[in-house]
């Protein structure tokens, strides 16, 4: 079955530093590739998507780029904000059109 | 556009007492997603619906957990008896029939004591 391996976190930086998650998956056939962001309190909200290889997604400043002969999809932003600490989620969607995510990253912003 | 609606955000049973859990989805929206969300894990499906059938069950504990979606709108899950295990939270999720992009409600925050 398909499978989202995430970096695992936390991961805390000082703010206008630069963000790197990195997101692998296994799937059979190239399934869609999300990132969705969780921030307290609140729902699951898509940040970005990608939907063939080579693709970029973009979103609020952040970035991922979907690397077929990797398999990856690592979530970047150039400076981030105390307002990004939140939970950051990899996930792909393949035939069945099911959302499948990986563990998760929490990102913590210091001022 | 109204998100996806989720009730109760929260609940605090006992173990083997039941729960239910309701979803309206986006209107227009096909496809509906039942996910549970342990503490520190991504969301798991639970099941998926298309309309008012049963896409994918796979994965839901048929012993204990049901769920449906009458009239291809509303959903409820269930949980009967509880198990101490059960506490996470319960995400629903719709898409329209021919995209990619699913939308998730809040959640109910479900605590088994």
């Known amino acids: 079955g398909n499978s989202v391996t995430q970096m695992e976190g936390p991961v805390t930086l000082s703010e206008e530093a630069f963000l790197t998650i990195n997101c692998t998956y296994t799937a059979t056939g190239y399934p869609s590739l999300f990132w969705y962001v969780q921030y307290p309190g609140e729902g699951l909200q898509l940040l970005l998507k990608a939907t063939k290889a080579d693709d970029k997604g973009s979103n609020k400043g952040f970035e991922a780029t979907y690397r077929k002969e990797t398999t990856s999809f690592h979530l970047e932003k150039g400076s981030v904000q105390v307002s990004d600490s939140a939970v950051y989620f990899c996930?792909?969607?393949?035939?069945?059109?099911?959302?499948?995510f990986g563990s998760g990253t929490q990102l913590t912003v210091l001022p | 556009e109204a998100g996806v609606a989720q009730s109760p955000r929260y609940k605090i049973i006992e173990k083997r007492q039941s729960v239910a859990f309701w979803c309206n989805p986006i209107?227009?929206?096909?496809?509906l997603y039942w996910y549970q969300q342990i503490l520190g894990q991504g969301p798991k499906l639970l099941i998926q619906f298309q309309n008012n059938g049963v896409v994918d069950d796979s994965q839901l504990p048929k012993d204990r957990f049901s769920a449906e979606r009458l009239k291809g709108v509303d959903s409820t899950l269930k949980i009967q008896p509880a198990k101490l295990e059960d506490s996470a939270v319960y995400l629903c999720?719709?898409?329209?029939?021919?995209?990619?992009?699913?939308?998730f409600g809040q959640g109910t925050r479900l605590t088994v004591v």
């Open positions: 996930a792909g969607m393949g035939s069945a059109r099911q959302l499948t």
């Open positions: 209107s227009g929206h096909a496809t």
């Open positions: 999720a719709s898409r329209p029939l021919r995209d990619t992009e699913a939308f």
